[in-house]
């Protein structure tokens, strides 16, 4: 019968007067010992609980409960060591106990595998029936558990009591007299971790049977408190088998290190941490997974990632060969062992470095390589400038291709951070330093310049035809190496450089990407930097509105002249431009002296009415005519020749640079077979040499354009040399282009690059002084290790200054009185001077 709901039942005692008072204890007890002997041997279908409850309630009435509860106890002792200790006995034979000593030198896995799956079920069957035995009894002595030891005498119960005799007088016993040295809990140890080692090797095991026995150590303790730390599967089982996994996966460690490559290393890992995590929830207990995960984590991981990295088909392999997957795991099992990934973290860096100085490398050498010899196996002087000219394109060509590279290996290392990495901000940082560190080598000064150029060759050809997005992928990866930059100040001063180039000959294909890349700039270092780029731009505009005015102007003049020369001007600011390194060196001649162009009179009278017109806008200002970077378009008349058609004459218009149209002029005033030479053409122009070379070049050497004759014809240019009009000269079309040889973007020569250097350095040194005294200015009194750091840290953004220039200039602000030294300081530091 069951309690009414919400009601908890009682135990009641008999009523007094029961018959049988005058019974002695030891009567009693014989009822209830073989009550209990029944139970054991599964003979208790006859007996009636409710008479043995009476009788132990009139054993306690009696005051004889502490005697009923020894005597129950040592019944249990007793039947354990003569009953159940004896059938344990027999589950334990020599071979068993050779077997696990022996290991598995003399037996197959098989034999050990049934001979220990016998003893474990021989174990729990004898656990499984005592405990039923306990659950039994206690119903039994349910009056004795409630009144006497739970309540009165703070005893444990008896079922409690008896497990832990289970404990001391079946598990931590010798089976038998031969095997003293041997409990039962060490041959269930050593069986458990045989058996699961067997499952390690690919054998088929009886989990639910291990289990089992597990449970039986989890429902035992040390002591009885019943501290969850103090279960005999920690104190017993848990270490051996964590000690035991440790031993197995070092020696697989080694082993797989040794035989199999990283990948499958990595892989075979993963499979065992699989492994273990299923084998505490189906085999083993659930608490000991953080504890087995961390043993294969050192023994697989830690202590093998360094030479799992290094090995041949390591970090460096799988990078080398794009194994997405096999960097994933090696990353996952970094991942598990160190959250800062240092390994691997090092391991990427070195091979992003060495592969970046490969590519620096393979361009220094690309670059610096001798070209082939001239055409014809020509030699001197005529040699010696085809050779030259073949260099300057193969460093040109070999700049391009370096950035190239270099944005190749960014998208492949781009490809492995998100699919490997999943995208890990650490990693995306190591990427980052690695790349700065190649790319700002000091054994590879150029990246500044060739990443210029780059952007160069995009804004003339490499945009044409893209659609916008694809104009964006451009753009972004400019902006990409542009923050690997360290001396972004050199870059600056490249990129204007070529910008002007571009503006002033119209190579740009699109100004709106010109502007949209400035834009990018600006976001990524600041109006500082992009403030010249702009003011250039802005240059650009307000020549458009001057050479629209000056049109207005000469047409309010009423010149009647139908061949008046029309004239497109770009008046630029000199403090904004480079002009200095426009050309081959502006209006300088070989010795450094600057020159001016001697224009022909129709061109010099245009010339002056345009100065007129400015300096009524510009009062004050000054005009300086830069011949060397202008163009022009003229028409050519050549002599009447027989064609299909009929006897014609041959006209073209000609694009050619302000230089060439000024040397072509001069032929109008000469007679048919009059020529002139190199002296004598400089001599009526004032061009300088260099510059004079190379339009001659175009207008004589040039196979498509000789306007002029050569005499004598080679491809050098001499002061002896002869120039006559070329009457018999044939155009493919009726507008033709004469090219000004070398005149593009090209790479600088050791000269031009020294030079570079030597202003950029200039340049930077007002920039230290200027944050030298900003710093003062604001703080007064310093010591010059906080004002180097301090100005070392201003500066970072621009470029990376030296520590001995940042000395220098403090030096040089010292003797021009704007710091003084603080006398006896110490460490030595300075004042700021109002």
Not at 189 to 202: A, K, P, S, T, V
Not at 307 to 314: K, Y
Not at 342 to 366: D, H, K, P, W, Y
Not at 478 to 504: M, P, V
Request: some cysteine; overall charge neutral; proline content about 3%.
């Amino acid at each position: 019968m069951y309690p009414k709901p919400g009601r908890q039942g009682k135990i009641r005692p008999p009523r007094r007067g029961l018959n049988g008072g005058d019974e002695s204890f030891e009567s009693t007890w014989g009822t209830i010992s073989s009550a209990i002997r029944q139970i054991h041997t599964k003979n208790a279908s006859d007996l009636s609980y409710e008479a043995l409850y009476r009788h132990t309630y009139r054993v306690i009435l009696k005051k004889k409960g502490e005697q009923l509860y020894q005597s129950v106890l040592q019944f249990e002792k007793d039947w354990l060591c003569n009953e159940v200790k004896t059938k344990a006995a027999q589950l334990v034979s020599s071979s068993l106990v050779a077997d696990l000593q022996a290991g598995s030198a003399n037996t197959t896995a098989n034999e050990r595998r049934v001979g220990g799956e016998k003893f474990l079920k021989g174990i729990r069957e004898e656990w499984q029936d005592y405990q039923l035995c306990m659950s039994m009894l206690t119903d039994v002595l349910m009056y004795m558990k409630e009144r006497v030891y739970c309540a009165d005498h703070r005893q444990p119960s008896i079922y409690t009591t008896s497990l832990m005799l289970f404990r001391d007088n079946i598990l931590r016993s010798p089976p038998n007299p031969n095997h003293s040295d041997l409990t039962v809990q060490d041959l269930l140890n050593r069986i458990i971790l045989d058996q699961i080692q067997m499952e390690r090797n690919g054998d088929v095991i009886d989990k639910h049977l291990i289990k089992s026995c597990v449970y039986m150590l989890e429902s035992l303790y040390e002591t009885m408190k019943e501290d969850l730390n103090q279960r005999l599967y920690v104190t017993a089982f848990e270490q051996h088998f964590l000690d035991a996994s440790r031993d197995f996966y070092r020696t697989e460690g080694d082993t797989l290190l040794r035989e199999s490559d990283a990948g499958a290393y990595c892989r075979h890992t993963s499979r065992r941490l699989r492994e273990e995590v299923d084998r505490c929830r189906s085999t083993l207990s659930e608490t000991t997974k953080s504890k087995i995960e961390r043993v294969v984590e050192e023994e697989l991981i830690e202590n093998k990632i360094h030479d799992l990295i290094e090995s041949e088909s390591g970090v460096k392999f799988m990078v080398d060969n794009e194994r997405i997957e096999e960097l994933g795991l090696i990353y996952d099992l970094n991942a598990r062992v160190d959250p800062k990934k240092a390994e691997l973290v090092r391991a990427i860096q070195n091979r992003v470095v060495e592969m970046g100085n490969e590519i620096n490398q393979a361009t220094t050498s690309a670059a610096s390589a001798p070209p082939q010899p001239a055409e014809n196996g020509e030699d001197g002087e005529k040699g010696k400038k085809a050779v030259a000219d073949k260099a300057v394109n193969q460093q040109t060509v070999a700049a391009i291709k370096w950035v190239e590279a270099v944005l190749a290996l960014k998208d492949k290392f781009d490809l492995i951070w998100k699919r490997a990495f999943d995208s890990d901000q650490a990693m995306q940082t190591a990427l980052t330093r690695s790349f700065t560190e190649f790319i700002n080598s000091s054994a590879f000064p150029r990246s500044s310049e060739y990443i210029s150029l780059f952007i160069d060759e995009n804004m003339k050809k490499g945009i044409k035809g893209k659609t916008e997005s694809e104009v964006d992928v451009v753009l972004e990866k400019a902006i990409t190496l542009l923050r690997y930059i360290a001396d972004k100040d050199l870059f600056e001063r490249y990129y204007k450089k070529h910008l002007c180039k571009r503006l002033l000959m119209a190579k740009s294909l699109s100004n709106d990407v010109e502007q949209q890349m400035i834009s990018r700039m600006k976001i990524e270092l600041g109006n500082n930097f992009t403030s010249k780029l702009e003011a250039m731009f802005k240059d650009m505009t307000i020549s458009e509105e001057l050479t629209s005015g000056f049109k207005v102007y000469v047409a309010n003049l009423g010149d009647p002249d139908p061949r008046r020369i029309e004239l497109t001007v770009n008046v630029l600011t000199s403090m904004t431009w480079p002009l200095e390194s426009m050309g081959s060196g502006s209006n300088e001649d070989l010795d450094g002296k600057r020159t001016k162009c001697i224009f022909p009179p129709a061109i010099d009278r245009i010339k002056k009415s345009f100065e007129l017109f400015y300096g009524e806008k510009h009062s004050g200002r000054q005009l300086s005519w830069l011949a060397n970077m202008g163009s022009a378009d003229i028409r050519a008349t050549f002599p009447k020749v027989p064609t299909k058609e009929g006897v014609k004459e041959r006209k073209h218009e000609l694009n050619v640079s302000t230089y060439a149209m000024v040397i072509l002029l001069l032929f109008n005033d000469l007679a048919e077979d009059e020529g002139l030479t190199f002296e004598e053409i400089q001599a009526k122009t004032n061009i300088p040499s260099h510059d004079l070379i190379r339009n001659l070049q175009s207008l004589a050497v040039a196979p498509k354009t000789r306007i002029l004759i050569k005499t004598p014809m080679s491809k050098d240019v001499k002061p002896s040399d002869q120039f006559l009009f070329n009457p018999g000269f044939v155009g493919k079309f009726h507008k033709l282009k004469v090219g000004v040889v070398t005149a593009g973007n090209k790479v600088e020569g050791d000269k031009e690059r020294k030079e570079t250097e030597k202003k950029n350095n200039d340049s930077r040194g007002f920039c230290i002084e200027a944050a030298i005294v900003r710093i003062m200015k604001q703080r007064k009194e310093l010591t010059h290790q906080n004002l180097v750091a301090e100005t070392l840290s201003i500066l970072a953004n621009q470029f990376k200054p030296d520590v001995n220039m940042i000395k220098k200039r403090i030096e040089s602000l010292i003797e021009r009185e704007y710091l003084e030294r603080i006398e006896d300081a110490s460490p030595p530091a300075y004042r700021y001077l109002a």
